[in-house]
């Protein structure tokens, strides 16, 4: 008698389960930023395509590309630095992604500061201090 009871409570504890379990990582595309030029739009999106694909090496080599820009605006670095921490699963293409932004010659501060307030979201203390190190190496910017 009491199998049967049990088994029905079990079956409804894991349709509960099941049903109220599931997690999306979906939060649809992050808000655009405000303020840019058409040009900065066009960018943004771009960012936002190549930071979609569903492979990590896709993404990063689109996102390098985007990076590596001689005239990429300020909004757009930003845009590719928040990506970027929001888009790889591995400290080591976060920090390969970051590197070329911050070799690149229109590397801006805003740019700067948005790498240093996303520091937290690298797991191992060794990239932070290679992040950190780069940026000191770059020396002041000029805006």
């Not at 590197?99 to 932070?128: D, I, M, Y």
């Amino acid at each position: 008698m009491k199998t049967p009871l049990f088994f029905g409570i079990s079956l409804l504890g894991l349709l509960v389960c099941l049903g109220g379990c599931s997690v999306s990582n979906d939060d649809g595309p992050p808000p655009p930023i405000v303020g840019g030029s058409p040009a900065d739009s066009v960018t943004i999106s771009e960012i936002n395509a190549a930071a979609a694909l569903q492979f990590e090496n896709t993404r990063m080599e689109a996102m390098k590309a985007i990076a590596a820009r001689p005239t990429l605006s300020q909004a757009a670095q930003v845009h590719l630095v928040r990506r970027s921490y929001e888009s790889f699963n591995f400290d080591n293409n976060k920090v390969a992604l970051l590197e070329v932004l911050v070799k690149n010659t229109a590397f801006c501060n805003t740019a700067k500061e948005a790498v240093l307030n996303g520091l937290g979201s690298l797991t191992f203390e060794p990239n932070k201090a290679a992040i950190l190190a780069l940026l000191n190496k770059r020396g002041d910017l000029k805006e």
